[in-house]
């Protein structure tokens, strides 16, 4: 039992108390585009995640232009593999809608549930920074997306360093001081907006009475570039740069949850089943078991 235990540490199937639930994708970081099952499946570059249903996941897949779904039991299958260039967010909406930021083309698409096929929903595809109607609008490399509560659409537009609005037809930024890098995006269920900034290394909130503001001002991470909400009140944050996942809790205190054989993790996303990694640089996606505070 202990050679077997101290094997799984060492594989970074076991650590701090949690475990490996599920890994897809090459076990040795092949990077291909291939649906199947577990270590038979292949992605190259998962970049986002949302939740589709109860027991699947969006996979935004970068290198392969397409949208992935995984379920629980490891099936990976491919939704969407033709009409992307760079797909670099993706978001399920309550109602179903779901939305595809496209970094490439510098458009943002919706996606038919049903049919899978894809249309447009904002950016004339030049890249700027034009608030508008939504076909007359412009974005520069659009990258995370996510729903807000009231059926809006926000958006981290790395290029512009700003979080645009996709509402009833129109764009316009929301907010555009104080940002470099704009990586990931995440409503709470009071409607506060949490940001994940690269650039300043930071954590940002936002909301429609305080505007801008830094939750844990003393705090510097490596490289944020996922960042989801814990049932617990915490966040928790894909360091990129130093290759693990950390917690910060709602008093500010940062804790590393997870730094065994990941590569460049790239986002995150808590269910009730465990936390959810897009490995980027290993080309797979792992479901965690995360212990408690």
Request: a negative charge.
């Amino acid at each position: 039992m202990r050679i077997w235990l101290v094997w799984l540490v060492l594989s970074g199937l076991v650590w701090a108390g949690g475990r490996v639930l599920l890994q897809v994708g090459s076990p040795t970081g092949e990077a291909g585009l291939v649906d199947g099952v577990g270590d038979q499946a292949r992605l190259a570059k998962p970049i986002r995640l949302s939740a589709l249903n109860a027991h699947s996941v969006l996979v935004a897949d970068i290198n392969n232009h397409a949208l992935r779904q995984v379920d629980e039991d490891g099936r990976v299958s491919t939704l969407v593999g033709e009409g992307l260039k760079a797909p670099h967010g993706v978001a399920v909406a309550a109602d179903g809608r779901i939305a595809v930021a496209d970094a490439e083309s510098n458009q943002v698409f919706l996606l038919d549930a049903q049919s899978h096929r894809l249309s447009l929903f904002a950016g004339e595809g030049t890249p700027g920074s034009n608030d508008g109607p939504n076909a007359e609008a412009r974005f520069s490399a659009p990258h995370s997306i996510c729903w807000g509560p009231g059926g809006e659409l926000f958006v981290a537009d790395i290029g512009n360093g700003s979080v645009r609005v996709i509402d009833q037809g129109r764009t316009r930024t929301l907010v555009h001081q104080g940002l470099k890098w704009p990586m990931d995006l995440a409503v709470d269920a009071e409607g506060q907006l949490w940001i994940a900034d690269a650039g300043s290394q930071t954590i940002f909130k936002w909301t429609h009475q305080s505007g801008l503001s830094k939750p844990f001002p003393d705090l510097l991470l490596q490289m944020p570039h996922g960042l989801c909400l814990g049932p617990d009140g915490s966040v928790y944050v894909a360091e990129m740069r130093a290759n693990r996942i950390s917690r910060i809790d709602p008093d500010g205190q940062l804790s590393t949850v997870w730094d065994q054989g990941l590569l460049k993790p790239a986002a995150l996303l808590w269910d009730s089943g465990g936390l959810w990694v897009a490995d980027l640089g290993h080309h797979r996606v792992l479901r965690l078991s995360i212990p408690s505070r």
